[in-house]
């Protein structure tokens, strides 16, 4: 019963590129089949779908040169407005804790510092019962 885990988990780690093949072995013969589709054709209307065909893959090209722009817009955008949202927060939570009379994140970080200084501190100094005995 492990085998068949086991070979299900190696078949289905395989099948991403076994597909991957696949579609590179379809594309090569699709390519090959439109190659000689364009030698059966004459040579006028070969040269037309020829134009045609550049003039595509430019407009595609264009197309995605202005996706790419778009989506950099969009993520100015939204970083802009992320920045702004976070202020505002900050803005409006700020005098709530200082009328609270909360410690910010600063002063308890300063004082966990200092805190463990003493700690430090404490630990080397010798104690006077040792000291004493001694």
């Given at each position: 019963m492990a085998t068949k885990s086991k070979k299900a988990k190696s078949w289905t780690?395989?099948?991403p590129k076994r597909v991957a093949d696949l579609q590179s072995?379809?594309?090569?013969?699709?390519?090959?089949?439109?190659k000689q589709a364009e030698g059966m054709i004459p040579d006028g209307p070969?040269?037309?779908l020829k134009r045609i065909t550049h003039d595509v893959e430019r407009a595609r090209v264009d197309l995605q040169k202005r996706a790419d722009k778009v989506i950099a817009d969009l993520r100015k955008r939204a970083d802009k407005?992320?920045?702004s949202a976070k202020?505002?927060?900050e803005?409006?939570?700020?005098?709530?804790?200082?009328?609270?009379?909360?410690?910010s994140k600063s002063e308890v970080?300063?004082?966990r510092k200092r805190l463990d200084?003493?700690?430090?501190?404490?630990?080397?100094?010798?104690?006077?019962?040792?000291a004493a005995v001694a």
């Amino acid at each position: 019963m492990a085998t068949k885990s086991k070979k299900a988990k190696s078949w289905t780690a395989a099948l991403p590129k076994r597909v991957a093949d696949l579609q590179s072995s379809v594309e090569k013969q699709v390519r090959k089949g439109l190659k000689q589709a364009e030698g059966m054709i004459p040579d006028g209307p070969s040269k037309a779908l020829k134009r045609i065909t550049h003039d595509v893959e430019r407009a595609r090209v264009d197309l995605q040169k202005r996706a790419d722009k778009v989506i950099a817009d969009l993520r100015k955008r939204a970083d802009k407005a992320l920045s702004s949202a976070k202020k505002s927060i900050e803005d409006a939570v700020n005098p709530l804790t200082k009328g609270l009379d909360l410690a910010s994140k600063s002063e308890v970080e300063r004082l966990r510092k200092r805190l463990d200084h003493l700690e430090k501190r404490f630990e080397e100094a010798p104690s006077h019962h040792t000291a004493a005995v001694a």
